[in-house]
């Protein structure tokens, strides 16, 4: 009777998971977050990106078909302090005068087992484009997709912080980017 | 002079070391707020704080100090003189301690924790809030100048007993004196 309990709903949701093979598209925004870590002497100061835009297109069932777009818009940066703030707009920092965007562009997605995947790509900042492998886990909650992961971006390779920034011992070259993407169905394969 | 007459070898290294350090951490705060963002203002702030946290740590043994050896007893004086001497001294040990702690929270209110000497994070005791952050500010600042007028003050009465009175009473303190 236990085993039935269980067994039965557990069906239901395989079923349930294989016959509606969606592909989430729907990228909620006020639930997304770009957040970023830095450390300055020895410190962890947080920060975040507060206006970004994301394209998605992920099918669980074929996640190596996956892809992904990112537009961050560099001015919304908030660095944990204005005075942070104001500077790391500035030509040293992001220069967002000449370059208002940086761009993630996935190039594939790999499959890592479980849970866990890696989205490949290409990120260009400040007019310096690199490759990036960025670890990310997806789970379903309810009807939304939710892709959490983090890397760690040199912030020299894109000449973030020139000039007397360029002392890591002051401001760290590794910096942590931890993103946190809400998805949903596109609208036409939601009404299914 | 019997050895009692003077203050116990650890009070007096306590005393001296934590004066250098207020000493050379109060200009550093004057002059490091003032100034643009850059990496140097970044590694004064730093330095700043663990000199503060070197303080708060040197306020605990000197407690400490006091209380397994406790100093001499005042030389001869008008009573008044004892109890300005008595106040002062009780208000610059609670600066010792209010002072450190006061820039310590004001660095945690403002979203970025104290990490000793690059290497120990401190708890921050504090979220980050940006009014109480003002606030902090203005408390240490505050205070800094009360330790700025108690240290005059102090340093005054030193003197004086030295040179006008002719005792012993800086003597005492000093680290190599008889």
Known sequence: MKLQLIALPAAALLLAGTAHAVEFKQVDAAKSSLAFNTKQMGVPVPGSFKKFSTQIAFDPAKPTAASTTLDIDLASIDAGSKDANDEVVGKQWFNVKAFPTARFVSTGVKALGGNRFEALGKMTIKGQTRDVVAPFTFKQDGANGVFDGAFVLKRMDYNIGEGPWSDFSAVANEIEIKFHVVATPAAATAKK | ?178
């Open chain 2, 1 to 178: 002079m019997p050895s009692t007459d003077r203050y116990s070898a650890p009070a007096i290294g306590a005393h001296w070391i934590i004066a250098l350090l207020i000493l050379v951490a109060w200009p550093l705060g004057v002059y490091m707020h003032e100034l643009p963002l850059s990496p140097y203002k970044l590694k004064l702030y730093s330095y700043h704080k663990w000199i503060g946290i070197t303080v708060l740590l040197l306020f605990v043994v000197r407690i400490a100090v006091r209380t397994l050896m406790p100093p001499p007893a005042p030389l001869p004086a008008p009573a008044w003189q004892h109890k300005i001497a008595t106040a002062t001294h009780h208000l610059l040990y609670l600066l010792m301690f209010l002072v450190p702690l006061t820039g310590w929270l004001m660095s945690s209110a403002k979203g970025f924790q104290t990490v000793y000497f690059g290497v120990l994070p401190l708890p921050d005791l504090v979220g980050k809030d940006k009014e109480l952050g003002d606030l902090l500010k203005e408390v240490h600042e505050s205070l800094n100048w009360l330790l700025f007028v108690l240290v005059g003050l102090h340093v005054a009465g030193a003197l004086k007993h030295h040179i006008i009175d002719r005792d012993a009473t800086l003597r005492r303190m000093l680290p190599f004196g008889k």
